[in-house]
C-alpha cells in the first residue's frame, strides 16, 4: 500500500496508526527513560481528542517562509531541533511539497533530537517519501553544535529548555543561519496555569478512554500487550507538567527576542477553544514568531 500523500492537508504523509506501532516497538529498546511519553504522545494521535492545534497555521507560515527561499537558486537548508515524533517533519514537507515538487527536491532536512526513537522514525519517513533527510541524536543546548540552514524550524522546543538558558539558546540558533535565514517559533502560553493543567488532565483522560477502545476492537496494534500500553498512559497522565521553559504571556516571548541577536519579523497570539467531548471543552494559547539575523 502507497504511503499516505504529503499533499494531503490533513494527513501530511503520515500514518498515525503506523507512527503508533512503530514507536511502541522502538521506544522501550531505545528511549527507556522517557518511553512512556514518547507512546502516549505518539497514540493519543490515534484518537478524535484534538493534539497540535495549530498545524494548518503552522504550515501556512512555514510555506510563506519556503515561497520565499524558493524564488532563489540552490538548495534549501532546513533544521527541526526537536521531534517528538514525524508531526513536524512532515508538516514541513507537506509545505514544500504543495509549492511543488522542484521546491521540496531542493529541500535539505536535518532533524536534533536528544532521543533515537524519533530520530529512526524521521528516517524512516524521508524514506517513504523520498525526501533528503539527516538526523543528529545531541543535546539540543550543547555549544558544540553548528549548521549552515536556511530555515530553522521549532516547535514546542523552548518550553522543556530552562528560562535561565533561553537567550543562549535563541543566539546559538541565529549563529547557524544563512545570511537570508530565518527561525520559524511555535510554543504554547500558559496564561492560566490551573485551569491548563486541569484540561490536560480531562484531554489526557478522555484520549487515555480512546486508546483502550482502539485497542480492544484491535484497531490500534502495537508490541506491547495492551494492558501495558494503558499502564504507561496512566504513568505518563503527568508527563510535561511543570516544564522549566514555559512561556505565561506573549510579553514574555517579545522581552526575550528583543534581549536576543535576532531581528522580529512577525509575532502573532493565536488562541483556540477546542472540543474534547461533547460540553467538555479546553482552551489552548500559542505564539507564533519568525526571526532572521
Known amino acids: 500500500m502507497s504511503p499516505p500523500s504529503l499533499l494531503d492537508p490533513v494527513s501530511c504523509g503520515e500514518d498515525v496508526f503506523a507512527n503508533a506501532a512503530r514507536i511502541s516497538d522502538l521506544a522501550p529498546e531505545h528511549c527507556v527513560d522517557c518511553a512512556d511519553n514518547h507512546i502516549r504522545s505518539a497514540v493519543h494521535r490515534c484518537t478524535p481528542v484534538p493534539k497540535g492545534v495549530d498545524r494548518p497555521e503552522f504550515i501556512s507560515l512555514i510555506k510563506g517562509i ?38 521540496l527536491n531542493r529541500c535539505r532536512f536535518t532533524v536534533i533530537d536528544r532521543c533515537a526513537t524519533p530520530l529512526i522514525l524521521c ?6 517519501h523520498r525526501l533528503n533527510v539527516e538526523t543528529l541524536q545531541s543535546d539540543l543546548t550543547a555549544n558544540s553544535l553548528h549548521f549552515a540552514a536556511d530555515i530553522i524550524v521549532v516547535h514546542s522546543v523552548l518550553r522543556f529548555i530552562p528560562h535561565a538558558e533561553h537567550l543562549a539558546f535563541l ?20 496564561l492560566d496555569k490551573a485551569a491548563e493543567a486541569d484540561s490536560e488532565f480531562r484531554k489526557r483522560s478522555a484520549a487515555n478512554a480512546a486508546i483502550g477502545e482502539r485497542l480492544a476492537e484491535g484497531a490500534l496494534l502495537t508490541r506491547e500487550p495492551s494492558t501495558v500500553v494503558l499502564e504507561r498512559l496512566q504513568r505518563a497522565m503527568h508527563d510535561c ?15 526575550l527576542i528583543a534581549r536576543s541577536q535576532l531581528q522580529e519579523i512577525s509575532l502573532e497570539y493565536l488562541s483556540w477553544t477546542i472540543e474534547i467531548t461533547p460540553g467538555n471543552t479546553f482552551d489552548r494559547h500559542r505564539v507564533h514568531a519568525v526571526l532572521s539575523r
Open 241 to 255: 507538567d511543570g516544564l522549566p521553559g514555559e512561556f505565561g504571556s506573549l510579553d514574555e516571548v517579545r522581552q
Open 171 to 190: 543566539n546559538r540558533l541565529g549563529s547557524w543561519l544563512n545570511a537570508s535565514g530565518h527561525v520559524i517559533i511555535s510554543n504554547r502560553l500558559r
Open 123 to 128: 528516517r524512516e519517513f524521508g524514506a517513504r
Open 66 to 103: 519556503l515561497a520565499g527561499k524558493a524564488a532563489r537558486p540552490g538548495n534549501i537548508d532546513i533544521v527541526i531541533p526537536g521531534s517528538a515524533d514525524t508531526n513536524i517533519l512532515a508538516a514541513t514537507a507537506h509545505a514544500a511539497a504543495v509549492l511543488g515538487g522542484e521546491v
